[in-house]
């Protein structure tokens, strides 16, 4: 069956990067588009961006440029998150979600950014 | 950006009797297909988000008919007929019609008086 599964915990150093991988198995990747959505402890959920598997573009949040990549490997139906220069507020789950009006979602990974 | 508001943000109900949640935005939903792309989302603790509703109104696959969904342009509402154990999360609505970006309501948290 179609899933997408992320890669495990993290915890990092204020001013350290991130990289959080989303495996796509069970469909044709590069049929949908790749989103990202964070959701910080006890609090809602954030959209931050999507990438493109065929061609590899992205859409970011605006508060999230410059410091964020979603990138992708089509030779292993692989999407990245990659975030910079890390802050405490940046403790989130980070889930990747497949368009399509959201139908699936990746199990979420715990980063944690602490001194 | 669309908001989109939810109400309440905490919904006690009892066992077997139905509950309501709101979810309005500060526009029409109507994309220019015709079509309302307002969805529901089901997130029981400690679990990811799941979509129970698409398009206002239709359950997705091994969602209970207990759910429904319902509403037009800028009003639309998720019931349970009849609040199960299992039910209790946080239940968010979401609009995928003017993006980016996508945006959430704040989230109904479910509970079992």
């Known amino acids: 069956q179609a899933q997408l599964v992320q890669s495990g915990a993290e915890v990092k150093r204020p001013g350290a990067s991130v990289k959080v991988s989303c495996k796509a198995s069970g469909y044709i990747f590069i049929d949908f588009y790749l989103h990202w959505v964070r959701q910080a402890p006890g609090q809602g959920l954030e959209w931050m961006g999507w990438v493109g598997p065929k061609s590899g573009d992205t859409n970011y949040v605006q508060k999230f440029q410059g410091r964020v990549a979603m990138t992708r490997d089509t030779s292993i139906n692989t999407v990245y998150l990659e975030i910079q220069r890390l802050r405490s507020d940046d403790t989130a789950v980070y889930y990747c979600?497949?368009?399509?009006?959201?139908?699936?979602w990746g199990q979420g990974t715990m980063v944690t950014v602490s001194s | 950006d669309v908001v989109v508001t939810q109400s309440p943000l905490s919904l006690p109900v009892t066992l077997g009797q139905p509950a309501s949640i709101s979810c309005r935005s500060n526009?029409?939903?109507?994309?220019?297909?015709?079509?309302?792309?307002l969805n529901w989302f089901q997130q029981r603790p400690g679990q990811s988000p799941r979509r129970l509703i698409y398009k206002v109104s239709n359950r997705d696959s091994g969602v209970p008919d207990r759910f429904s969904g319902s509403g037009s342009a800028t009003d639309f509402t998720l019931k349970i007929s009849r609040v199960e154990a299992e039910d209790v999360g946080i239940y968010y609505c979401m609009q995928s019609t003017h993006w980016p970006p996508w945006t959430f309501g704040q989230g109904t948290k479910v509970e079992i008086k």
């Open positions: 979600v497949r368009d399509g009006n959201f139908d699936m």
């Open positions: 526009q029409s939903l109507v994309y220019s297909d015709g079509n309302t792309y």
